[in-house]
């Protein structure tokens, strides 16, 4: 139902003006949500690589000024005419966008309904915003990458998410996905940084999949608990390096004969020159599922490389409805918060700073800025 709320006529918006910052503070109009969209009242927002690669290396934006921020979790205060599943007044986490009104960086984000779902009641908006993101970037990874269906798409819609039957956008479809023919027979997975956002989300996804799965992991060994608690069968030291990674990774592996799959969530393969190409399986498929990250990754002759992104989970089958599925997985116990959350303030006016701690390099954790 549409909402009635009365909204406040001006929003704050936290501006990148230029390449290189810094950012500014503007007001502007309140947003109209068109028919399929709602509008949050962020309460936090995460902070993410693609945001400060963004703003120092210009990494998606197609014109300056920019808002970034791709993830945040609010409250709803005005939805468009079809929206029926989410009504003013919900808690809910959501993707965002950059650009302009779709970005996070800002007292209000709009954004196509289905990019939002109810928030987990025990998780805070803090660590509800670090999770829509990286986990349709693993979604994306998982389905794309390795063509690996996933149950929790196809699961019956529950009553708490938006009534995609009543949604005008052509993302949406009614019919029930169908899994592939013939899905990909994977029995082991290389994850390239377990202890990052994406990479502790695929392992959760994957475990829930394909429950006898082998996910070998590599992150450094202090993640090692929460990692394998997260469903990681083995968990390999990142710093190892070269042939001696390699090594471990294949001694971790079904007979020690190396891996079908690699998803790789921080561009591992650029360390030692691409020596973890050499942990496939000589017989086996050789996928490489590589999460865009900005890096130029040089695939090897016999691998079968994709390259995925985040919104790629809405193409899927049964991925218009990804977050709301996300929703069930969590209120199930089948997703666990993937990462510790660091909030790094309170304020717009502290995202700039919060990004260059970010870009210092994070271990294991995801900052925040509560709003
Ligand atoms: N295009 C898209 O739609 C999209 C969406 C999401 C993310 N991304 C990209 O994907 C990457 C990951 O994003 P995120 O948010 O998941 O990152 P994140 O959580 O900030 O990643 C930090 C973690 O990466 C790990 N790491 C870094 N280099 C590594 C390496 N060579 N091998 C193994 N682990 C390594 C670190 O592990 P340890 O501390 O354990 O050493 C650290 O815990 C970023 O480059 C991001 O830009 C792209």
Known sequence: MPSAT???????QCVAARKGGPFQMTTTQYPVPGPDEICIRNRAVALNPLDWKNL????????????????????????????????AGDAVMSLAGHGGRAG???DVTTVPANYACRKPAAWTFEQAATVPLCYLTAVSAIIKGLGVPLPHLREAPKNNEPNLDDLTSPITTTKQPELPKQPVE?????????SSGVGASAVQLLRHALPELVIITTNSPEHNDRVTQLGATACVDRTLGGAQLVKAIKQASPNAK????????????LDGNGAVFDSFRDDGPKLYSHVMTGAKVNVPNGVKGATVYGRMAFQVEGGEAAMARLFDLVDAGKFKLPLEVEVVGKGLDVIGSGLDKLKAGVSGKKLVVSL
């Open 6 to 12: 009365p909204a406040p006529k001006t929003i704050q």
């Open 56 to 87: 120092h290396q210009g990494m998606m934006v197609e014109s300056w000024p920019c808002i970034f921020g791709i993830d945040t979790a609010g409250v709803v205060e005005v939805t468009g005419k079809n929206v029926t599943g989410i009504k």
């Open 186 to 194: 994977l029995t082991s997975v290389l994850i390239l940084g377990g």
């Open 258 to 269: 190396g891996v079908d799959a690699i998803i790789d969530a921080v561009a591992g393969a």
């Open 104 to 106: 996070a960086f800002q």
